[in-house]
């Protein structure tokens, strides 16, 4: 019988170059993983997060309405705004605006604050930064265009965002803004849950969630009940950047 031997030099080898990997693996899986917690944890809450509320202790808040299809539900939820005497604050696709230039000029010359939407709906973490910076950048230029006043405010599709998007949208002179309170109107889950969920969960300097597009067929029918009850409550709605006057904003996850 024939024993091989391996030299002793070529062993270590091996063994130490087996142990370098291990090692490499582990700070793959523990190490960077970490590192990359810390420096999230490094950087502002600004450039992580979406703006979600402000702190008050005024009652206060901002009622904000997404657009992104239809013609039917927009005219229905400006009348009724206009007939309450409540400001609001319109997220605006693109293609809408482009579409509807005498209902974004109605939405002006009422006293509405118009921000954007974006263009194509799709999620913002999907997308590149350039994507991401064409896209604002095309809505912008439609927006400016028929309001006279550049936005500062963008909502993402879907309430879509991550640090790479937040810092996309500032570069080009943006703030990602998604809502502390979500009516949930986009499901149609009733108009009672609507109002429920809009009169129980809002608080002092938040941002409240809505739609004026024409796939929800039930916030037109809400949002009389949700202003009467705000105005019970002692609620203040104001436009976006009216309500960032009241106080800082909080940025989170």
């Not at 502002?44 to 005024?58: G, N, V």
């Not at 439609?142 to 006279?148: H, I």
């Not at 938040?206 to 705000?230: E, F, G, N, Y």
């Not at 609620?235 to 989170?252: I, K, W």
Request: charged share 15%; proline share 6%; with cysteine.
């Amino acid at each position: 019988m024939r024993i091989y031997t391996i030299p002793y030099v070529f062993a270590r080898r091996v063994v130490v170059g087996i142990v370098v990997v291990g090692l490499m693996l582990l700070t793959i899986q523990w190490v960077g993983p970490l590192a990359h917690r810390s420096l999230a944890r490094a950087l502002p809450a600004q450039d992580q997060y979406s703006l979600r509320d402000i702190t008050t202790t005024h009652k206060v808040a901002a009622l904000t309405f997404d657009i992104s299809w239809g013609t039917v539900m927009p005219p229905k939820i400006l009348n009724i705004l206009v007939s309450h005497h409540v400001a609001a604050t319109f997220f605006l696709s693109g293609p809408w605006a482009k579409q509807n230039p005498g209902l974004v000029s109605e939405m002006v010359r009422d006293g509405f604050e118009v921000e954007s939407h974006g263009w194509a709906h799709v999620n913002y973490s999907s997308l590149s930064t350039g994507e991401i910076v064409r896209n604002i950048a095309q809505t912008n230029a439609v927006l400016t265009s028929l309001t006279g006043q550049r936005p500062t405010f963008v909502r993402p599709p879907n309430g879509d965002f991550n640090g790479r998007s937040i810092l996309a949208a500032r570069s080009v002179g943006y703030t990602t803004v998604t809502w502390g309170t979500d009516s949930l109107d986009w499901m149609n889950p009733g108009v009672s849950t609507i109002v429920s969920r809009v009169t129980s969960r809002i608080h002092p300097g938040d941002i409240v969630l809505m739609h004026a597009s024409d796939t929800c067929k039930q916030t037109d029918r809400a949002l009389p009940t949700i202003l009467k009850d705000l105005t019970a409550k002692g609620y203040q709605l104001v436009t976006l950047r009216t309500l960032m006057t009241y106080g800082p904003p909080n940025y989170r996850g």
